[in-house]
Structures are given as C-alpha cells and as structure tokens.
C-alpha cells in the first residue's frame, strides 16, 4: 500500500499531524517507489523556486503615477458634475410644460388610489416653488447666454448653435463617465 | 545614498506625498510584474494588470500593516488582480511569450549553461501557462508567494479540502507536462 497523493503532498508542505507524519517517515523508509514520487515533487518545488524573474519592457513608475494622480483628483470630477447637473436642468426647463402633461398622465396610471392626496401635495409643492427654480435656472442661462455671446462676437457660429453643441458634449461626457468610470473594460 | 526604508515610504505615501509611491513601485514592479506573467502567461497582459496591481496597491495603502514587508503585500494584491481576470476571460491561456522571455540572471559565464536555463525555464512557463487557472492559482500561492493552506484557503475563498486538491492535481499536471507524470503520482 502506497502512500496516496494526497498525503505526499501533505508531506512534502510539513502539513501532517506528528502521528500521521511519522507513519508516512517510516512508510518512506521501506517504499522505493514512494520515494521516488516524493523526489519528484522536491525536483518540481526546486524548479519552481529557481525559476527565474523576467525583465519588464517598459518603465511603471510614470503610468502608476499618472493614474493614482488622476485618481485622487477629485476637483475636475466636481466641476464636470456640476456642469452636467446645470445642462440636465437647462435642458429639462426648456422641455418642462410638455413633460409636465406627460408626468401628470403617467403619474394618474402609476400613483395607488391611497396614495393620491400625498402625491397631490408632493406636486403642489412642486409646482408652487417650480416658478422661483425656474428664474433662479434662467438666471443662469442668461449669464450663459451672455458668455457664449461675447465668445461668438464676430464669428460666423451663431450662438444657438454653440450652446447646442456644448450641450451635446455635456450629455456625451457625463454619459462617457457614467458607462467608462462604473464600468471598466472587461478583458477578453 | 542611503535608500529610505519601504516603512518610510509607505507612511510619506500616506501623509500625501505620491512620489515616495512611485519609489515603491520602482523596487517592487519586476516582481508584481513577475506573479502576473506568472500567472496569464502573457507579456503584455501582464504588464497591464501589474500597472493595475500597482495602483490598486496605493488605494488600499490604508490596509495595509505596515509593519510586515510591503513585497508579499503587493504580491498578494497582484495575485488577487489577476485572478479576478483570470475569471472573467476564457478557460485557457493565450501562448506565452517566447521571444522576449528573458530572464534577469541569464549572465551565465558558460554559454551553454545558460541556454540550458533558458530552455528548462522556458519549458516551466510553459507548462504553468497551460494549467488551468484555479491550478496555476494555487501553485502562485504556494511556491511563490509562500501561503500556507489556510491563507490560500482565504485568499481564494475555497474550502481546505479543494486547496489540497488543487494543489495535488496541480502539481501532478505541471510535473506530467514537464515529462516526469510517472515519478510525481502514484
């Protein structure tokens, strides 16, 4: 009776109880062919520590860097947010009297019967405050509209069309760092 | 000039100072560099996934004790980087880099020697990069990281009785894969 893999293996790592290594010693003693099982296993452990390091072809201090300084910089994320947060708003104050009916319609096939006069209330107040939220909103637009003007004096881009595409890049980039930040690339 | 401790390092790192991080990663790149070759069997991945080890390595600065050795802390967080790859990508491995395997003492005097290392470390990458993961896993964590069965159990959230068997099995593929199957089992 060999000693199984198992219990070699054991061996070889010092993992077995004193009775149990003991028995495993003396078995050894007397079996050849246990022996030279175990001897490879020590040739293979051998191998594997002996094997040695290879080179790496490209410097990882400076990307390291890079990455763990864009990474703790949390001022440019803050004010890409706050950017995006003011064209989410400007954008929903242009749509709002459309989305206001449509909300109002979704809202009466959605909202539990109970749960009505809360959600009347709810609106209510929405809709009470929604005319100072909407100077304070095109207070805002005007100084954008003012800054984009100035940029735009003179040149043959109309200003419509600048806010437009800023805004566009707005929606794009906070869609692009909402997908690539939360997401990172899977590898194949 | 006296080099500043790994200790040091870590605690300059801590109080904000990012360049005492990039000296840590200058001393320990090769060898996270080396668990992830090791362990993808492919250069440029591995490069890839060291960089992520690295930084991965700094954003849990606050884990780590620093007073163990920062080698076998970020060699464990290597390891762990490239396991969670390991999972998400295809069963086998991608062929290993041949060409450019160039190991750092090749500067051998005798000519042949040196080829014969080459040749037999060559084939040792090999046969580990034809392992399957879970296979090749145990074996990183064994012989390389020096983990014993419970720490491996921990790290790769396995019961004991599969890291026993992970590793037998491991070893008997990897010794039948080197030409010696008939000596390593029974």
């Not at chain 1, 010092?14 to 020590?42: N, P, V, Y």
């Not at chain 2, 069963?91 to 040749?119: M, N, V």
């Amino acid at each position: 009776m060999h000693l199984d893999d198992a219990t070699l293996n054991e061996f070889l790592d010092r993992r077995l109880t004193r009775g149990s290594d003991r028995q495993a010693r003396d078995h050894l003693k007397s079996c050849a062919a246990c022996r030279t099982r175990l001897a490879a296993l020590e040739d293979l452990t051998a191998s594997l520590q002996a094997l040695p390091e290879v080179r790496l072809t490209r410097d990882l201090v400076h990307p390291v860097l890079a990455r763990v300084r864009r990474r703790s910089a949390p001022r440019l994320l803050t004010w890409m947010t706050a950017l995006e947060a003011l064209a989410g708003a400007s954008l929903i104050a242009t749509i709002w009297p459309r989305l206001e009916a449509d909300l109002a319609t979704v809202a009466a096939l959605l909202v539990p019967p109970t749960l009505v006069p809360w959600a009347e209330t709810l609106v209510g107040s929405w809709d009470s405050n929604w005319p100072q939220w909407l100077a304070d909103i095109r207070v805002l637009q005007s100084a954008a509209d003012m800054w984009l003007r100035s940029l735009t004096a003179g040149s043959a881009m109309s200003w419509p069309f600048v806010l437009t595409v800023g805004a566009a890049a707005l929606v794009l980039g906070a869609l692009g760092n909402g997908v690539l930040l939360r997401f990172p690339a899977r590898r194949a | 000039m006296e080099s500043s401790p790994d200790r040091d390092l870590v605690e300059r790192t801590r109080r904000g100072e990012v360049e005492a991080y990039g000296e840590l990663v200058r001393r320990y790149q090769t060898s996270v560099f080396n668990v992830c070759y090791r362990l993808v069997g492919e250069r440029q991945e591995a490069e890839d996934l060291a960089q992520d080890a690295l930084v991965r390595g700094f954003q849990r600065l606050e884990t780590f004790d620093a007073d163990r050795p920062f080698g076998p802390w970020i060699r464990k967080v290597a390891a762990n980087v490239c396991l969670n790859a390991l999972q998400r990508r295809a069963p086998w491995s991608l062929p290993l880099d041949e060409e450019r395997d160039d190991p750092i003492d090749a500067d051998q005097p005798d000519p042949a020697e040196a080829q014969e290392r080459r040749d037999r470390a060559t084939r040792l990458r090999r046969a580990l990069a034809e392992l399957p993961p879970h296979y090749r896993a145990v074996i990183e964590l064994r012989h390389f990281q020096d983990l014993s069965y419970e720490e491996m159990s921990r790290a790769l959230a396995l019961p004991l009785s599969d890291i026993k068997t992970h590793l037998f099995r491991a070893r008997r593929q990897l010794a039948r894969r080197l030409g010696t199957a008939d000596h390593a089992s029974g």
